[in-house]
């Protein structure tokens, strides 16, 4: 097949032979199913978890026997929200100008940075790509990385919790992606109370991207509460810990979002991106996403206002709840905001 052949990117790696896992790396750091993607990739179906309009992908591809290469891909989304074709076929002539179409070419080292700086590839951040690596060897069954029992070690409570520079967040990352095994589900949650403020933070970050057992999403609900008691609340803590919660059960985040949402004081800008990013499905039911658009017109940030909606709006779980509060707004402080987000449509 020539390279003009390849319409999508699992024709090419399936032409190659290859095997692969497809990540979303935008919001929350999870796997995509290969039939979803390919729906994806036909136009047959939006991309689920768009962010800025853009799908954040890693696609790790691997031949029998060999390591896998992993390629960070942006690309850009129409206003419906499905995969911009033109984009896909640039990217599909890069990596065949750099690999060949058998993909089992290694690049020279001026084909590598070629492939590097095509306008499609992206470095996600540190934290994202600890996760991101830890949840790909434990699908892949291949072992954590060195840092993996010593953060064992600290969350367990052996060594003081003080003492906890030593470890390294690649390994609180595997401990979060083998949730499932060798106890670690517990000792996260025995661990949570104890944890000075940087690597509970750390912590924190790693578990955005997991889908949390009951007992551990349950103890970090309680911590939210002990937060929302204190006499003054630390909103970025209380932010962190919300983030955190994104992988629960919907029994769990939803009334936790209720509760944040229902008082003014919380919805600091920083918990309203939170809830975005990475707790959207907390905002499926049009009571709760209207109270949210309101607090988010309440900011009295315009430019905060637009960005967040359009980007609610492009999530296909949360489109037809968005349209619906747009078109009848509950409140005049809200009707004002989304009358402004219409006139900036409108002027682009």
């Not at 929200?81 to 179409?101: C, H, S, T």
Request: glycine fraction near 4%; aromatic fraction near 8%; proline fraction near 5%.
């Amino acid at each position: 097949m020539s390279k003009d052949k390849f319409h999508t990117l699992t024709q090419l790696l399936d032409n190659a032979g290859c095997q692969y896992r497809i990540f979303d790396l935008g919001r929350r750091v999870c796997e995509i199913d290969r039939d979803t993607f390919k729906a994806v990739e036909e136009n047959r179906q939006p991309y689920p978890w768009p962010l800025q309009q853009h799908a954040h992908l890693s696609i790790s591809f691997w031949q029998a026997g060999n390591p896998p290469w992993i390629w960070f891909l942006k690309l850009p989304l129409d206003e419906r929200g499905l995969l911009k074709q033109a984009a896909v076929g640039d990217f599909i002539k890069y990596v065949i100008e750099a690999m060949g179409a058998t993909l089992n070419a290694v690049p020279t080292e001026e084909e590598q940075q070629k492939l590097a700086a095509n306008p499609y590839t992206f470095k996600p951040k540190d934290d994202k790509m600890a996760i991101f690596h830890a949840h790909l060897r434990h699908q892949l069954a291949l072992p954590a990385s060195q840092y993996y029992e010593h953060a064992q070690l600290y969350l367990s409570g052996q060594l003081a919790w003080d003492q906890w520079q030593g470890v390294g967040l690649q390994g609180l990352a595997d401990v979060c992606a083998r949730m499932k095994q060798e106890n670690n589900a517990t000792l996260l949650r025995k661990a949570l109370n104890h944890l000075p403020m940087t690597p509970l933070y750390a912590l924190l970050g790693c578990l955005e991207h997991c889908t949390l057992p009951d007992a551990l999403a349950a103890r970090l609900a309680e911590r939210i509460e002990q937060e929302l008691a204190a006499e003054e609340s630390d909103i970025f803590l209380l932010t962190a810990l919300v983030r955190a919660l994104s992988g629960a059960d919907a029994s769990i985040l939803n009334p936790v979002i209720r509760v944040i949402l229902n008082q003014p004081q919380l919805c600091h800008p920083e918990m309203l991106v939170a809830i975005a990013g990475r707790c959207w499905t907390g905002l499926a039911d049009t009571d709760t996403a209207s109270l949210y658009l309101l607090r988010l017109a309440q900011t009295q940030d315009q430019t905060l206002f637009n960005q967040l909606f359009a980007d609610l709006v492009m999530l296909p779980a949360l489109r037809g709840v968005m349209l619906q509060v747009l078109h009848s707004p509950a409140n005049p402080e809200l009707t004002e905001a989304i009358t402004r987000l219409q006139q900036a449509a409108r002027g682009q």
